[in-house]
């Protein structure tokens, strides 16, 4: 009888210690879970964005009447708008005058592209939701008017070897009738991106997605002619 009353007690007490263990382990269980979910949703996010950042460059340079820069930003900020604070750039690149500062270029030969025109005018009409970290890590385009330095790159992944020299990159061997389209864009996604939304108050912000930045370049080359586009600004 003893017996049989000290093995019910065991049991009770192992019951009650799995409990316990239990209820240890879940805030980690759904902190892992939390980190899944919100990675898987960081790389749907960059899979969205570099979709959506072509486009972008692809619809502008297929326009040639009417600059359609500011109403198509407008448009795509208001699409991020939601689950992001960022920035965007947009350059029309061509074939520039120049192979470094008082050096012309030769003609058939590399040059040093330029950008033709910029937008934004002023970086506010660029930004949306307050965009510290973007704002503060600053457009990687030059201003409108200026070459692009020797060692910059206009086109995503043209210098993705680190070793071939910039002479032979695509962007510095642009015909002169040749525009590009190159779009940045910088997202600083929302806290808890998807998580915080599922489950708000079980484990808060013990994980998000905040303060990682998400930077993309886009480039699209017009089918176009430059002289055919009248709001390209005059080379």
Do not use: Y
């Amino acid at each position: 009888m003893i017996g049989l009353v000290w093995r019910r007690d065991r049991k009770r007490w192992n019951r009650g210690s799995a409990t316990v263990e239990l209820v240890a382990v879940t805030p980690f269980v759904l902190v892992f879970a939390a980190f899944v979910l919100d990675a898987r949703t960081l790389v749907g996010f960059r899979t969205d964005l570099a979709r959506e950042t072509f486009a972008l460059a692809e619809v502008i340079a297929n326009e040639t009447r009417t600059n359609p820069l500011a109403a198509v930003m407008g448009e795509a900020m208001t699409e991020f708008r939601e689950d992001s604070a960022g920035t965007l750039a947009v350059a029309v690149v061509t074939r520039g005058t120049e192979r470094g500062t008082g050096v012309p270029c030769v003609v058939d030969q590399w040059c040093l592209p330029r950008v033709l025109l910029a937008w934004p005018v002023s970086p506010d009409a660029g930004t949306w939701n307050a965009p510290g970290l973007c704002a503060t890590a600053g457009t990687s385009l030059p201003a409108q008017g200026q070459h692009f330095p020797a060692d910059q790159a206009v086109l995503p992944n043209e210098n993705a070897d680190g070793a071939t020299p910039h002479q032979a990159w695509l962007s510095r061997n642009m015909r002169p009738t040749e525009w590009w389209v190159v779009v940045d864009t910088c997202l600083d996604p929302t806290p808890g991106l998807v998580w915080s939304r599922a489950v708000d108050g079980i484990i808060g912000d013990f994980f998000d997605l905040s303060g990682l930045i998400v930077r993309k370049r886009a480039a699209w080359g017009s089918v176009h002619d430059l002289a055919d586009c009248n709001w390209c600004g005059t080379p």
